[in-house]
């Protein structure tokens, strides 16, 4: 009983864990790029008139860029298990193997 208790545990733990990152995370990231993009463009764009960071637009290109793979990589694991397939990642980039 005990072992059961501890096993349900971990599985917990780790099912928290993804979602906060992937269910939080994601969006997260996404408007931390929002606000890099207004810190490269030069804070208040409108009513301002400073000159832009170039460090924010590479932050929010680096931002979207990894939103853009999150997104890519859950579809791939949609359409490969919706063909009866799985993603693995046992290279460095994932494919689609049989199961």
């Given at each position: 009983?005990?072992?059961?208790l501890?096993?349900?545990?971990?599985?917990?733990?780790?099912?928290?864990l993804?979602?906060?990152?992937?269910?939080?995370?994601?969006?997260?990231?996404?408007?931390?790029?929002v606000?890099?993009?207004?810190?490269?463009?030069?804070?208040d764009?409108?009513?301002?008139?400073?000159?832009?960071?170039?460090?924010?637009?590479?932050?929010?290109?680096?931002?979207?860029?990894?939103?853009l793979?999150?997104?890519?990589?859950?579809?791939?694991?949609?359409?490969?298990?919706?063909?009866?397939?799985a993603?693995?990642?046992?290279?460095?980039?994932?494919?689609?193997?049989?199961?």
């Amino acid at each position: 009983m005990t072992q059961n208790l501890v096993l349900v545990g971990e599985a917990l733990w780790k099912i928290l864990l993804l979602a906060l990152v992937l269910g939080a995370g994601v969006p997260v990231l996404f408007s931390a790029g929002v606000r890099a993009m207004a810190f490269g463009a030069g804070g208040d764009a409108e009513t301002s008139h400073e000159p832009g960071h170039p460090v924010g637009r590479v932050l929010a290109v680096a931002c979207f860029a990894v939103c853009l793979l999150v997104v890519a990589l859950g579809i791939a694991y949609v359409v490969a298990s919706g063909f009866g397939k799985a993603l693995s990642f046992e290279h460095v980039h994932p494919t689609i193997v049989d199961k």
